[in-house]
């Protein structure tokens, strides 16, 4: 089982910022992809950001222009700066870490950290 660690969510009002942060312990040359989904009461997964190892990225098409994911070279950490963030962006949000394993790859989870944006 691979360890999929998230933080920095919270309670804020529209139009304010946060920034999650997600790691795991596996080595940075096996994790091939890492980002965030988010999942509101209701209504489906979706995605948020995702970036890949070559610096690849994809955005949901809610968050694009606010939203920012990076990953520092060398290491197991994603973070996801949210600007400007709105009522409709409150939802649990999860972290994903693609590994891997060689013959095959395999998406892990975090267990998810809250944001809730309030008008």
């Known amino acids: 089982q691979v360890q999929v660690v998230e933080s920095g969510g919270g309670s804020v009002q529209a139009g304010a910022s946060l920034r999650l942060s997600c790691t795991t312990p596996?080595?940075?040359?096996?994790?091939?992809?890492m980002g965030w989904f988010r999942q509101a009461p209701g209504k489906q997964r979706e995605l948020v950001a995702a970036?890949?190892?070559?610096?690849?990225?994809d955005y949901g098409d809610s968050v694009l222009g606010r939203f920012t994911i990076a990953r520092p070279y060398g290491e197991s950490t994603v973070y996801l700066q949210m600007n400007d963030l709105k009522p409709e962006d409150t939802a649990v949000y999860y972290c994903?870490?693609?590994?891997?394993?060689?013959?095959?790859?395999?998406?892990?989870w975090g267990q998810g950290t809250q944001v809730t944006v309030s008008a």
């Open positions: 596996e080595s940075a040359d096996s994790i091939s992809a």
């Open positions: 994903f870490a693609e590994r891997d394993w060689g013959d095959y790859v395999k998406d892990y």
């Open positions: 970036i890949r190892g070559s610096g690849y990225t």
